[in-house]
């Protein structure tokens, strides 16, 4: 396996606001990367310096070996990045199927017709093929998380990142959430999955990473992370939602 990501280093914040302390990781390709933390820990900020709507203050993120630190998000989206947000923003008015043909034709340089084809894909895999109708406004919250990982998916990423998909969701929709990621990891996708529901990243990931106050306090083998002690008094008296 060959390394897909590497962050070095990093800080990042808002404004005076610093919010990411010298933090460091590497993603392996077709590995899928936990990160939990509690509340606040700079999980969701982690991700908008990854995706490029937050440029770090120091620091350095390799993609494929490019440096992609100060690189806009569209670029960053061509060349093979793709995101989910923790509340899904899908264009409200428009149907399922428009969101991911927008996402389909913009996300990588094509024209709409272009685009149908990897639509249609895009829709089957999510389970959302049926739905292509639906005004998005009308899903249900399980859908509208679908709907944001098949808007990242027709982007035609290699590293996928979510954020917080299972959020939310009741434990029969957070397995169908699971199956999704796992046929994600099927296929061959690199993915970043940040959550704040520590159970679920046990079964679904194969290396955790655990954030506190905007920097690593333990990575390593899902189970041996969960089960440290730093970990447990991270999250002590934070009751799992
Ligand atoms: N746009 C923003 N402007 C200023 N502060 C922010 C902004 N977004 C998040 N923060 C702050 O940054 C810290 C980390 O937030 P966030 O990355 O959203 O945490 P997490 O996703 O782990 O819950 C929090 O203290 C939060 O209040
Ligand atoms: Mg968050």
């Given amino acids: 396996?060959?390394?897909?990501?590497?962050?070095?280093?990093?800080?990042?914040?808002y404004g005076k606001f610093k919010v990411l302390?010298?933090?460091s990781f590497e993603v392996e390709e077709g590995e899928v990367l936990g990160i939990i933390g509690p509340n606040g820990a700079g999980k969701t900020t982690l991700m908008n310096a990854l995706c490029g709507l937050l440029i770090?203050?120091?620091?350095?993120?390799?993609?494929?070996?490019?440096?992609?630190?100060?690189l806009q998000p569209d670029k960053r989206c061509r060349l093979g990045i793709g995101r989910t947000y923790q509340i899904p923003k899908p264009f409200e008015g428009l149907t399922v199927f428009e969101n991911v043909l927008a996402a389909a034709a913009y996300g990588t340089g094509r024209t709409e017709s272009h685009a149908i084809d990897d639509t249609i894909a895009v829709l089957k895999q999510t389970g959302l093929f049926e739905k292509g109708d639906i005004?998005?406004?009308?899903?249900?919250?399980?859908d509208r998380k679908r709907l944001e990982i098949a808007r990242a998916?027709?982007?035609?990423p290699t590293l996928l990142l979510l954020d917080e998909v299972a959020a939310g969701l009741t434990d029969a929709e957070v397995h169908d959430v699971m199956d999704l990621v796992a046929d994600l990891k099927q296929a061959g996708y690199t993915?970043?999955?940040?959550?704040?529901v520590i159970k679920t990243m046990v079964e679904a990931t194969d290396k955790l990473l655990c954030l506190a106050v905007g920097t690593k306090l333990v990575y390593g083998d899902p189970k041996t992370v969960i089960e440290?002690?730093?970990v447990e008094e991270v999250y002590l008296g934070v009751d799992e939602e």
């Fill in 228 to 230: 440290s002690k730093e």
């Fill in 191 to 196: 993915i970043i999955w940040i959550e704040h």
């Fill in 56 to 70: 770090p203050s120091e620091g350095e993120i390799l993609f494929e070996e490019s440096n992609i630190t100060k």
């Fill in 1 to 13: 396996m060959s390394t897909i990501l590497k962050v070095e280093n990093l800080h990042a914040g």
């Fill in 21 to 23: 302390h010298d933090l």
């Fill in 135 to 142: 005004v998005s406004s009308e899903l249900t919250l399980l």
């Fill in 153 to 156: 998916l027709a982007t035609k």
